[in-house]
Structures are given as structure tokens and as C-alpha cells.
């Protein structure tokens, strides 16, 4: 123990510092706590010194990205953006491994960490200098593909459009309308189908130089190493594809066959499944973002009065960032300000009930950043995101039964069509996941993922395998435009057999809600606040749930889903 004490670095006040800093402006800050004397009595302020320069730079990095898929459009917000994606954070990178190695060094450990260093061993065991390159492209690649699909517009009956708002179409009971909207948001990624499918060809070939760099096979091998999937194997996730092709596939064909019967067609077209069976106009549950707000907010303060004082003080703070507009980039997310302890959520709303659901998703990763923000270390809030999706997959469910609450978002009967929409969509997403994650192991096992014909061919052998039902013929093209919708292959590969995953656990937190949904919300809500001090199986424990993809736990599953659609009379 050194008699003298440890100096420390004086931090800014806050992330506006680095908004605008280079990375050598940045550098010196790791170089202080790389160097500083390490004792036993510093280690613990050290690392908090360590974790608070890192809430500052991730939370710089965040609002720059935030701003640039808010605008995709914007130069200037695209260049901030690519300064942190493609210049900082590789760099940061190898500052984090630098420092990681040496607080390992110092023989630290304590119960709450136990998690945190073992991801830092994988960390530094997979970091090798000669990637940083490489990384700098990635996401310079990334930033071109969320470009070009961020400006899509389209022109529908004299307008222009996104494409999210053409899917409201898709409920349309005119079936000549529901097949043009269709086809109308299939054909910009017909037309682009050239240019991404080149700019993934790049993507691979440095996702698998990264891998073999780092002393794997492939990047698939690469990938749980870096995902820190301490819990499970390929081979658990290959029996998982199995599981779902027995147990679930056929559970999708007999509501599509009920589905198929009940609009009195010969075959189901993939325009045919969004729309009522019975005919009804599409439920619209939301005049607009202001009134969702208001709506979703109410919702919350039923499941628990925490979750709503949560999302109204991101309501009040401009954290809510939900309707589509030109430039915006696709989907939703929820990004983490840790600095603040505060979570944003984008998303592309248009008035349906998927936004609904979508907005609970979402609103489900806000309550774990939350949550998990009462734990003092970075690294301790960090879940994995086979966590992060169940806290966002549990709420959908949880957050259900309050949704025709007095003022809400529908009616008791229409409350009902929504369960059933969403149940059913529950298991055709269990079956969506397998093919997209088996595809992604294809691609970067199979030693054919550099051809782009190969990749297609795969693609619609994997949909055949989990997708039946569907009537594709004369739209092979279209079909296969779906995977060059699916933004997660782009720019998060094999990040997606987490929904799989979290949704076998949500649905056992949804089936203990459905007699205890006081205790089955609490529990839930004290998992989250674990973060990342437990690991993954003892954490799903904690919120009711048992970690796994086998066949039986999967069985077992799908009939309670079932049984719930035959109650609710679905189609």
C-alpha cells in the first residue's frame, strides 16, 4: 500500500466537452488513468474515474447519432456522427482494452463485477490493433447503408412518402390496394438491390478479416466472443432453429391456414397478412405522436406508478423522438445518455397498433436504462442483449391488458383484436428470427457468403424452411428483398437470435402475469436493476423465467400461446 496518495484526473462537468473533440483531444484523458500510480485503495476510485470518462465520450457519441438518424439528410450531423463511429470509438477501443488489462493486472475482483471482468478477459483476448482499420470502414459502410435507406420516399396517390407510411395500406380491406401498397414499399429496395448488395459484399469481407485477425475461423466464432455469449453455444442456438422449425412453423401455418379461410381466398399473398379477417378498418389507436404520449403514458402509470413517472420525465425532458418524416432514419431504437442516466427513443410512428407495440418495446429498454442506472459503474449497466430484449419483449405483454384502460388506446373488443394480432405475431416472429439468424450463420460459416447469388439462393431456402403458408409465386424478388430490409443483418450481424431468446422468457413472465401481475411486474422490474452484476441465467431467473431455447421449454410455450388464441377467438 503506497503511503502517498493517488491523484486522480479532473474530469469535465459534462459530455459538452467532448461534442466537438478530436481524438487527440480525447487521448490524453485515458493516457492519465493509464499512467496514474494503482494501489489496492485506488483501484475502486480509478475505475470510477474510468467509468465517468466513458459515460462523458458514449453519451457525445450518442447525441451526434441520435441527431443523424433524426436526420439523415444533414452533412454536417452525418459527419459529427461518422467522427465518433469511425474515428473515435476504434481508438477507444484500444484505450478501454489498455486499461482493462490494467486493472486485471492489479488482481482485483469483487462479487458485483464478476460479469464486468470476464467480459474485459474476452475483450482483451479478441482486440488486435491491425482491426482499428477496419472497424473505421465498418462504420463508414454502416453510415452509407442507413444513408441510403434513410432517404427513401415514395409517391403514393399524388404524395410523397416513407415507407412507414405506406403500411398502413397493407389493412386496407380492398385488396387491390393492400397488393399496390406492397409492392410500392418493396420496389426502392428492388432498385437498390445492386448497390446494397455490393456494399454488404464489402461488409463481409471485413467482418471476416476482423475474425481471422483476432484467431477465429470465421466471424460467426468471432462474434459470440465479442457478444460476451458466455451462456450458450452455436450449437444451443442450431438446435433453437430445430426447435422452431417443429414447434413453431407449423403453429404459424395453422393460424395463416385459419387466416387463408377466414378471407375466403384460394392462398394467402403476402399482401393478405396485415389486413382484418373480418373485414374491420384498421384499428387506429393514436391521432398522433402528442396523443400516443399521452395515451402510452396512462398505460404505464397502470402497469406501475415507477414506469409512468419514468416515461413522463422523457416526455418532459424531449427523450420521445416517434413520428416519421423524409430523411429519418428506418425502425426504432432506444439509446442510453449515461452521463444523465436517461434513455432516448426513435421511432417512426404513423397511426397503427404496431406503433403501439413498438412504442412498448421500446419504452421496455428505457425502464431498464433506468433501472440499471442505479448501479455506479458503466460497465455494471451494460446488459447483454439477450437482457436488454427481454426487458423490451416483457412489456409489450406486461403493458397489453392496460391498453383499453378508460381514455386508452382501444376499446375492450378491439383490446381483444390486438392481443390476438399480437400473440399470433409473437410466434410468426419466433419464426422470423430463425431464418434471419440462420441466414447470418450461413453467410459467415457456409465459405460462399461473398456471393451475392449464393446469398439470395440461401436466403429464400431458409425462408422456405421457416415461413409456409405464403403464396410467393411471381414475387421471388420481391421475397428476397426482405433481407436487405433487415437492417440488423447490415449493421448489427448476429444481433437477433436475442429476440428469440428474450421471447421464450417473456413469455413465462407473461404467463406468471396472467395470475400475479403485481408480483410477476415487480420481479421484472428488480431484474432490470440487476444490469450486468449477474449472468444471464440467474438474472432471467430473478425476473421469473428460465434461460433457454430447448425444444420442450419451446413446446410448451407455443400451446400456452394457443390456448390464449382459441380463448380470444382468433382467426
Known amino acids: 500500500m503506497s503511503d502517498t496518495p493517488v491523484t486522480l484526473p479532473v474530469l469535465p462537468e459534462s459530455p459538452a466537452a467532448f461534442a466537438e473533440a478530436s481524438w487527440d483531444a480525447i487521448l490524453p484523458w485515458y493516457d492519465a488513468l493509464a499512467t496514474v500510480p494503482l494501489d489496492a485503495d485506488a483501484v475502486g476510485p480509478w475505475m470510477a474515474a474510468w467509468s465517468r470518462l466513458e459515460e462523458m465520450v458514449t453519451e457525445a457519441a450518442a447525441e451526434a447519432m441520435i441527431a443523424y438518424t433524426g436526420d439523415t439528410r444533414d452533412a454536417v450531423k452525418q459527419a459529427a456522427h461518422l467522427r465518433f463511429s469511425a474515428e473515435i470509438f476504434p481508438q477507444l477501443e484500444e484505450q478501454s482494452v489498455r486499461l482493462a488489462r490494467r486493472l486485471l493486472e492489479t488482481g482485483f475482483s469483487r462479487p458485483d463485477l464478476d460479469v464486468v471482468l470476464k467480459r474485459f478477459r474476452s475483450q482483451i483476448d479478441i482486440f488486435r490493433e491491425e482491426n482499428l482499420p477496419l472497424f473505421t470502414e465498418l462504420e463508414e459502410l454502416s453510415a452509407k447503408y442507413q444513408r441510403l435507406t434513410g432517404g427513401i420516399t415514395v409517391e403514393w396517390e399524388g404524395e410523397t412518402r416513407t415507407l412507414p407510411q405506406i403500411g398502413p395500406f397493407l389493412k386496407s380491406p380492398d385488396r387491390a390496394v393492400r397488393e399496390r401498397a406492397f409492392r410500392t414499399m418493396g420496389a426502392p429496395y428492388l432498385a437498390l438491390q445492386g448497390e446494397l448488395s455490393t456494399l454488404f459484399t464489402e461488409m463481409y469481407e471485413r467482418r471476416q478479416r476482423v475474425a481471422r485477425n483476432s484467431g477465429f475461423a470465421d466471424f460467426e466464432a468471432y462474434s459470440y466472443a465479442a457478444k460476451c455469449r458466455f451462456d450458450y453455444t452455436p450449437d444451443d442456438i442450431s438446435r433453437f432453429h430445430d426447435a422452431v422449425e417443429v414447434e413453431v412453423v407449423p403453429a404459424v401455418a ?125 460497465w455494471q449497466r451494460y446488459v447483454g442483449s439477450e437482457s436488454a430484449e427481454l426487458a423490451s419483449m416483457s412489456m409489450e405483454l406486461l403493458a397489453a391488458p392496460y391498453l383499453a384502460e378508460p381514455g386508452g388506446m382501444a376499446s375492450p373488443d378491439e383490446l381483444r383484436l390486438a392481443r390476438i394480432e399480437h400473440l399470433e405475431e409473437v410466434l410468426m416472429t419466433l419464426a422470423h428470427v430463425a431464418a434471419v439468424d440462420a441466414f447470418q450463420r450461413w453467410i459467415y460459416t457456409s465459405g460462399e457468403g461473398h456471393d451475392a447469388g449464393a446469398r439470395d439462393a440461401a436466403w429464400q431456402r431458409l425462408r422456405n424452411r421457416f415461413q409456409t403458408g405464403v403464396d410467393w409465386s411471381g414475387l421471388e424478388e420481391e421475397r428476397l428483398a426482405r433481407w436487405y430490409r433487415q437492417l440488423h443483418i447490415f449493421l448489427y450481424p448476429f444481433y437477433y437470435i436475442e429476440y428469440g431468446l428474450a421471447q421464450l422468457g417473456a413469455l413465462q413472465i407473461w404467463r406468471r402475469s396472467r395470475t400475479d401481475q403485481t408480483g410477476a411486474v415487480r420481479d421484472y422490474r428488480e431484474a432490470l436493476a440487476l444490469g450486468c452484476t449477474v449472468s444471464l441465467p440467474a438474472m432471467y431467473a430473478r425476473a421469473g423465467a428460465r434461460f433457454g431455447a430447448d425444444r420442450e421449454l419451446i413446446r410448451e410455450l407455443v400451446l400456452m400461446v394457443e390456448d390464449e388464441l382459441a380463448v380470444l377467438g382468433g382467426a
Not at 384498421?282 to 409512468?308: I, T, Y
Not at 419514468?310 to 449515461?338: Q, V, W
Open 254 to 378: 395453422r393460424i395463416l391456414e385459419r387466416r387463408r379461410e377466414a378471407l375466403g381466398l384460394e392462398a394467402l399473398r403476402p399482401w393478405d397478412l396485415d389486413v382484418d379477417p373480418a373485414g374491420r378498418p384498421p384499428l387506429r389507436p393514436f391521432r398522433d405522436s402528442a396523443d400516443l404520449v399521452e395515451k402510452a403514458s396512462r398505460v404505464f402509470h397502470a402497469v406501475a406508478p415507477e414506469l409512468g413517472a419514468e416515461f413522463d420525465l422523457m416526455r418532459g425532458e424531449r427523450l420521445l423522438d416517434l413520428e416519421s418524416r423524409a430523411g429519418k432514419a428506418p425502425g426504432g431504437y432506444c439509446e442510453t445518455l449515461h452521463f444523465r442516466g436517461r434513455p432516448f427513443i426513435h421511432m417512426n410512428a404513423v397511426g397503427l397498433l404496431d406503433d403501439v407495440n413498438t412504442l412498448l418495446h421500446e419504452s421496455g429498454h428505457s425502464f431498464h436504462a433506468f433501472a440499471s442506472h442505479r448501479q455506479p459503474l458503466l
